[in-house]
């Protein structure tokens, strides 16, 4: 991100942990995240491939003041840009350089898997809660 990014780095450094704390809660990681990848000219349909998640999922997590940085963890690893220079709180996640982050696109990790499973899942759950929701409403109407 350039000079601004600088001094609030800085800043943020001389704050005390709550301080930090209240700051961070005023960041909002999908956004930046969001601005990064556009920047980066990155196809969001193209990167969708390369992560366990869904363009629509996608755009969702743009929406998430405080997405995970284990979420960006995997944004970084699809896009192979680091984004310490935005989060570098992600360098507690070992995402420092481009070269640590492997390429997903040949899906030989099993965290991608699980990623992935933990999506559906997810997607499954949901599908099962709007549809026991519309049973136990036919069930009233009935009765």
């Not at 209240?22 to 556009?38: A, D, M, P, S, V």
Request: charged share 30%; aromatic share 12%; glycine share 4%.
């Amino acid at each position: 991100m350039g000079h601004s990014w600088d001094i609030t780095k800085n800043i943020m450094t001389k704050l005390s942990q709550s301080q930090q704390y209240i700051c961070n809660t005023l960041i909002h990681r999908g956004k930046i995240l969001e601005e990064t990848l556009r920047k980066q000219n990155v196809v969001l349909t193209k990167l969708a491939d390369k992560l366990p998640w869904s363009t629509k999922t996608i755009y969702r997590h743009f929406e998430e003041q405080d997405l995970s940085y284990e979420k960006i963890g995997e944004y970084a690893r699809a896009s192979k840009y680091p984004f310490t220079d935005e989060f570098p709180e992600l360098e507690k996640y070992n995402y420092r350089s481009i070269q640590d982050i492997p390429n997903y696109s040949q899906s030989t990790d099993p965290e991608f898997y699980r990623l992935k499973y933990e999506n559906l899942l997810e997607k499954y759950n949901g599908l099962l809660e709007k549809y026991s929701d519309l049973i136990m409403g036919q069930l009233k109407t009935q009765t």
